[in-house]
C-alpha cells in the first residue's frame, strides 16, 4: 500500500485544538477504577501481569524475568496478554518450560488491568500504547515497569509523571542502562565541582546495516488479521493512531512510522538522553532544535535514518545526541565538559568500570595540581536486562519508589528533550518548554536576547543542580576578564575615556 505522511497523527496539534493538557490526557485515556496500593514485603510473593510478548519480552525482559525468579521463588509470571496470539503462545510455552506453569493468557490487556491478583505490570508494547497501560495499571493499584520511551508525546509524559507522584507506586522505566553506575558516580564528582562551570555534553547511538533500521525485523505469511488483533493494536477507538488497513511492515516495523513511534530518536536518542541527564542533574530543557533526514533508506519509511538533537538548558548547559542507522564507524565521545576539566565514558554503556577525567590545560585554570585521573564506578552484575528489573522488584519488596534507577520524572525529562527535536525535524518549527506553564511554545528571538541581558548585566553563570561554585569552586565559577577589559566603553568623548 501506498502510505501517505498525512496519514500520520500529529498529536500535538490535536491536543492543542482539544485544549488538552496533562489533566485532560490522563481524564482521556484512563478508565474509573479505584485504587488499591498493595506494599509487598520482602517474602511476599509478586504476581506480573505482561503487557505485550514481543521480541522485547520474548527474547529479552522475559528470559531476565525467568532468570530472577529461580532465585526467587516468590515471584511468579501469572498473566500475560497480547495482539499477535504466536506471540502470546511462544511466550507461554517459555514460562511454562521455565517454571512447569503456564501464565493466564488473554488478547485484551483490559483483563490484565482487572485482575486485582496481579501486583505488577510490564508495559512492553509500541510506544502509542504506554501511557494509556501506564495510567490505567497505576490508576488499579499496580506497580509498573515501563519500556522506554516512556511514553509517545510531551503531554502523556507529564501526565503519566504526575500520576506515578500521586500514586506512592513504584514505576521504572525501562532505559536498562541506568543501572550502570558510572553515571551516578558522574554527577557525584560533578557536584564536587570536578569540572568546574558544566558547559556543553554529547552523545551518540550508531548503527549499520544492509537491510535498512528495524527491516531486519521479518515479515511472515502468520502476521495477518486472523492472528492479529488490528484495531488493538491501532488504538484507534481511543485515539492513539489513526484507523489503517493491515499491512505487516506497520505492525511488525512500527518503529518506522509517525503514529507508533519516533524511529531513531525516540528508540535510540532516550537511551543516551537519560544517561547524561542522570550525570549532570539536569532535567527538563529550555529550548531544542532537532535536524536530520532519510538521506540512505527510502524504503517508504517516515522517520529519518540520520539525526541530531541539541538541547539547550536553563542552567546554561548544552546536551547534543547524534546518531545515524546507516553509519557506524567513530562515533561521537560520550563526554560531559565543563570549564576546567571533562568526564569521558568510554566504549558503550556497560563496556567500562568507570570514566575518565581530562583537565583542562593550567593556563586556564591556574592550577597544576590537576591531572588526568580514572574514577573507578564498578559495572552491574549480569546480564544487561536483569540488574534493572531486580531493582524494580527490591523497590516494591521495600515500598520504596525512591529506589528505582530510572523513574518517571527523569523519564518525562527525557521525552520534552527527545520529541521536540522530532517535532523540530518534523515541523519546521523551533520548541522551548515553558516549565512553569508545564507546556510547548513554540521558540522566537526571546531566547536569545535572554542570554545577552545576563551578559550584559555581567550575571554569575547558571549551574547544574547540586553544585554549588562558591563554596567548592570561587575561582572558575565564572570566566575572570583580563585586566585591559578595563577599557571597555561606552564613552561619547575624551573626557569619559575610561583610560584617563
Not at 264 to 276: A, E, G, I, K, W
Not at 290 to 298: H, M, Q, V
Request: aromatic share 10%; with cysteine; charged share 25%.
Amino acid at each position: 500500500m501506498t502510505r501517505k505522511s498525512d496519514k500520520s497523527v500529529n498529536r500535538r496539534d490535536f491536543l492543542a485544538k482539544t485544549g488538552q493538557g496533562a489533566a485532560a490526557v490522563t481524564a482521556a485515556l484512563t478508565v474509573a477504577s479505584p485504587a488499591v496500593v498493595r506494599a509487598k514485603g520482602l517474602n511476599e510473593r509478586l504476581r506480573l501481569g505482561m503487557l505485550a510478548t514481543g521480541d522485547r519480552v520474548l527474547g529479552g525482559l522475559g528470559p531476565a524475568i525467568l532468570e530472577i525468579a529461580k532465585r526467587n521463588q516468590n515471584i511468579e509470571i501469572a498473566s500475560a496478554c497480547d495482539v499477535y496470539k504466536m506471540n502470546l503462545e511462544a511466550f507461554a510455552d517459555q514460562v511454562k518450560k521455565s517454571t512447569g506453569v503456564a501464565p493466564k493468557t488473554t488478547g485484551d490487556y483490559r483483563d490484565v488491568i482487572a485482575d486485582k491478583s496481579i501486583d505488577a505490570v510490564f508495559v512492553t508494547t509500541p510506544d502509542h500504547w504506554h501511557a494509556k497501560m501506564t495510567l490505567e495499571a497505576l490508576q488499579s493499584g499496580k506497580h509498573v515497569y515501563c519500556e522506554k520511551p516512556m511514553t509517545h508525546t510531551v503531554e502523556e509524559a507529564i501526565a503519566v509523571m504526575d500520576a506515578w507522584k500521586k500514586s506512592g507506586l513504584v514505576m521504572q522505566v525501562g532505559v536498562h542502562a541506568t543501572a550502570d553506575p558510572r553515571w551516578r558516580e558522574a554527577y557525584k564528582f560533578i557536584r564536587q565541582g570536578g569540572i568546574g562551570k558544566v558547559i556543553q555534553a554529547q552523545t551518540h547511538y550508531y548503527r549499520n546495516s544492509s537491510m535498512g533500521e528495524w527491516r531486519y525485523y521479518k515479515l511472515t505469511p502468520e502476521m495477518n488479521p486472523k492472528n492479529v488483533d488490528w484495531d488493538m493494536f491501532l488504538g484507534h477507538e481511543w485515539g492513539l493512531a489513526p484507523k489503517m488497513p493491515f499491512d505487516r511492515a506497520v505492525f511488525r516495523q512500527w518503529r518506522r512510522y509517525w503514529p507508533f513511534g519516533s524511529g531513531l530518536m525516540t528508540t535510540l536518542f532516550v537511551h543516551r538522553l537519560t544517561h547524561l541527564l542522570l550525570a549532570t542533574g539536569l532535567r527538563f530543557p529550555r529550548r531544542v532544535v532537532g535536524a536530520g533526514g532519510i538521506f540512505l533508506e527510502l524504503d517508504g519509511r517516515e522517520v529519518p535514518d540520520t539525526a541530531t538533537a541539541v538541547i539547550d538548558y536553563n542552567e546554561g548547559v548544552q546536551i547534543i545526541v547524534s546518531a545515524s542507522m546507516c553509519t557506524s564507524v567513530r562515533p561521537l565521545e560520550i563526554c560531559i565538559r565543563g570549564h576546567h576539566g571533562t568526564v569521558v565514558f568510554s566504549g558503550a554503556p556497560w563496556s567500562g568500570d568507570g570514566f575518565d577525567f581530562v583537565p583542562e590545560r593550567s593556563q586556564v585554570t591556574f592550577d597544576n595540581s590537576l591531572k588526568p585521573q580514572h574514577i573507578t564506578a564498578q559495572p552491574a552484575y549480569g546480564e544487561k536486562n536483569v540488574p534493572i528489573i531486580e531493582n524494580f522488584f527490591e523497590a516494591i519488596a521495600k515500598n520504596d519508589p525512591s529506589m528505582v534507577f530510572s523513574p518517571p520524572d527523569v523519564g518525562a525529562a527525557a521525552i520534552v528533550g527527545i520529541n521536540l527535536a522530532a517535532d523540530c525535524y518534523r515541523y519546521g518549527k523551533v520548541y522551548e518548554w515553558d516549565n512553569q506553564a508545564r507546556k510547548v511554545v513554540e521558540s522566537g528571538p526571546g531566547y536569545a536576547k535572554e542570554w545577552e541581558q545576563l551578559s550584559a548585566e555581567r550575571a554569575a553563570p547558571r549551574h547544574v543542580p547540586g553544585w554549588d561554585p562558591i563554596n567548592k569552586d570561587p575561582l572558575f565559577s565564572q570566566v575572570r576578564a583580563p585586566s585591559w577589559q578595563k577599557l571597555e566603553g561606552p564613552w561619547p568623548d575624551a573626557n569619559t575615556d575610561p583610560a584617563r
